[in-house]
C-alpha cells in the first residue's frame, strides 16, 4: 500500500510541475498579449484592424499551444517543431519589445501620477496620464527590426551560403605542404532542410573551390539516420578530392535527443549514421588519424569522436592521436570547440590547427569583419565562430551549413570554410 501511495504521490508532483509550467506560460503568454495589444490600440483606432490583429494573434497562439503539446520525444525535431519555434520566436520576441516599452511607460504614468495626485493638479480627475502615441510608434518601428530580421532569416537566410577564405600560416609546416588547401563543412542537418535547389547550389559552392582536401566536422542529421537518405544522391555529388575526404561525428549523430523504443533501435541508428559519411564519400575517423603524404613530406588528419562540455564525451584525444609526436603537423577535427579550450590547446602534443562547428554562431547575431562580431552563444563559447590563437595554436570554428531548431538564419550565415595552409611567421 505505501508502495502504491508513493507512486500515487508521484505521480501527481510530476503532472503538479507541468501543470505549474503550463500556468507560468499562459500567465507569460497573457501579459505580452495585453501589453502589445496597447500598443496597437494607441497609434489606430480602427475596430477592423484591431480585430484583425487580435484573431491572427489568438490563431498563432492557438496553433503554436497545441504544437508544443503534441511534440514527441520519440520523434524529436521534424517540420512541424521547426515551423512551431520560428513561429514562436517571430510572435514573442517583437512582442516582447514591446511590452518593455509599455512597461516602461506604466512605470512613467504611475510615477506621473502619484506626484500630480500629492500636488492636487489633477484636472481631469483620472489618476493615470493616457498613453502617449509617440512612444507606441517607438516601440513598433523597434519591434519590427527583430521582426523583419527573423522572417527573413526564416525565408532566405537560411540559405544565404558564404565561403569564408582564410590563409593560415604555419613555421612548421612541411615545405611540401606550403599552399594546401582544404575545404571545410559542419553540421549539415540534414532533417531541417527543405529547398533541393539550395542544397545542390551548396554542392555547387563547394566544388566551384577546387581544393586539395575536403572535412566534415560533424552532425550529418539531427536524430535519425532517415533524414539523409533523400540527400545522399545531392552529397554525392561533391567531388572526389586528390587528398581525401574526411569527416567526425557530432553530438547529434549519437541520437541522444530523444526517446528511443529500445537500445537496440538506437544502436542500429548510429550505426545507420555513421554509414552515410560513407554513403555521400566521407572517410569517418573515430577516434583515429591518418596520415597525408604530398612530396617528401606527411601531415596528419586526426578525428575524434564528439567532446564538448555538458554535452557527449566519447572523444578520446590519446587514441586519436597514438604513435604521433608533438613535432608532427597535425589538423585535429573536434567537433565541439569546447574540447580545444579544455584538453587540446594546452596538450603537449601540440595540435597545430583544430577545425570545429556545433555552435552555428547560434544562428542569430552581428557579423560586421573588423567592426563588430556578436551573438548570445558567445556567453557560453568562448571560441563560437572563426579563427582563434592560443601560443600558435589555432582553433577555426565552422558556423554550419545547415540550421536546427530555429528555421533560419539571422546575422551568422551559412558557411564553406576554404583554408590554404602557408609555410611562414604571419597568421592571418
Not at 520525444?73 to 513561429?87: A, C, D, E, H, P
Not at 539550395?198 to 539516420?225: C, P, R, S
Amino acid at each position: 500500500m505505501k508502495a502504491i501511495n508513493a507512486l500515487i504521490l508521484r505521480y501527481f508532483a510530476e503532472n503538479l510541475q507541468t501543470m505549474f509550467r503550463w500556468i507560468f506560460f499562459f500567465l507569460f503568454v497573457a501579459i505580452i498579449e495585453v501589453y502589445a495589444f496597447q500598443a496597437f490600440r494607441t497609434i489606430t483606432k480602427s475596430r477592423w484592424i484591431l480585430v484583425a490583429y487580435q484573431v491572427i494573434s489568438m490563431a498563432a497562439v492557438i496553433y503554436i499551444f497545441y504544437q508544443l503539446s503534441q511534440f514527441d520525444r520519440r520523434v524529436g525535431q521534424n517540420s512541424k517543431t521547426l515551423i512551431t519555434f520560428g513561429l514562436l520566436l517571430l510572435l514573442f520576441v517583437p512582442k516582447m519589445i514591446l511590452t518593455f516599452f509599455m512597461l516602461l511607460e506604466d512605470v512613467y504614468r504611475v510615477f506621473s501620477g502619484v506626484i500630480t495626485h500629492f500636488m492636487g493638479d489633477n484636472d481631469n480627475g483620472t489618476f493615470l496620464p493616457d498613453r502617449r502615441r509617440f512612444v507606441s510608434q517607438v516601440a513598433l518601428v523597434i519591434a519590427a527590426i527583430p521582426f523583419t530580421s527573423l522572417l527573413y532569416g526564416m525565408t532566405k537566410g537560411k540559405y544565404n551560403f558564404r565561403v569564408i577564405k582564410q590563409t593560415l600560416f604555419f613555421s612548421d609546416l612541411p615545405d611540401d605542404f606550403d599552399g594546401f588547401t582544404i575545404t571545410q563543412i559542419s553540421d549539415v542537418h540534414s532533417g531541417s532542410f527543405d529547398d533541393a535547389t539550395k542544397i545542390q547550389y551548396a554542392v555547387d559552392l563547394i566544388n566551384e573551390q577546387k581544393t586539395d582536401m575536403m572535412l566534415f566536422t560533424g552532425d550529418i542529421v539531427n536524430t535519425h539516420a532517415t533524414e539523409m537518405h533523400p540527400w545522399i544522391e545531392t552529397f554525392n555529388k561533391i567531388d572526389k578530392h586528390e587528398y581525401g575526404k574526411y569527416a567526425v561525428l557530432g553530438n547529434h549523430d549519437y541520437g541522444e535527443y530523444i526517446d528511443w523504443p529500445s537500445q537496440q533501435a538506437k544502436d542500429e541508428n548510429f550505426e545507420g549514421i555513421k554509414k552515410l559519411y560513407g554513403d555521400i564519400g566521407f572517410d569517418l575517423l573515430l577516434n583515429q588519424h591518418t596520415k597525408i603524404k604530398k612530396g617528401e613530406s606527411e601531415i596528419a588528419i586526426v578525428g575524434v569522436e564528439n567532446w564538448g562540455k555538458n554535452f557527449k564525451q566519447a572523444g578520446d584525444l590519446l587514441k586519436a592521436s597514438e604513435g604521433l609526436t608533438a613535432e608532427d603537423f597535425k589538423i585535429l577535427m573536434s567537433h565541439d570547440p569546447s574540447h580545444w579550450e579544455y584538453e587540446v590547446k594546452n596538450h603537449d602534443k601540440h595540435f597545430q590547427l583544430t577545425l570545429s562547428g556545433h555552435t552555428h554562431g547560434l544562428q542569430f547575431g552581428i557579423e560586421i569583419p573588423g567592426v563588430i562580431q556578436w551573438s548570445p552563444v558567445q556567453y557560453v563559447y568562448k571560441q563560437w565562430a572563426g579563427l582563434y590563437e592560443n601560443v600558435g595554436r589555432y582553433i577555426y570554428v565552422n558556423r554550419g551549413l545547415g540550421f536546427h531548431a530555429y528555421p533560419g538564419r539571422v546575422g551568422i550565415w551559412p558557411e564553406i570554410t576554404v583554408f590554404e595552409l602557408k609555410k611562414g611567421e604571419k597568421v592571418a
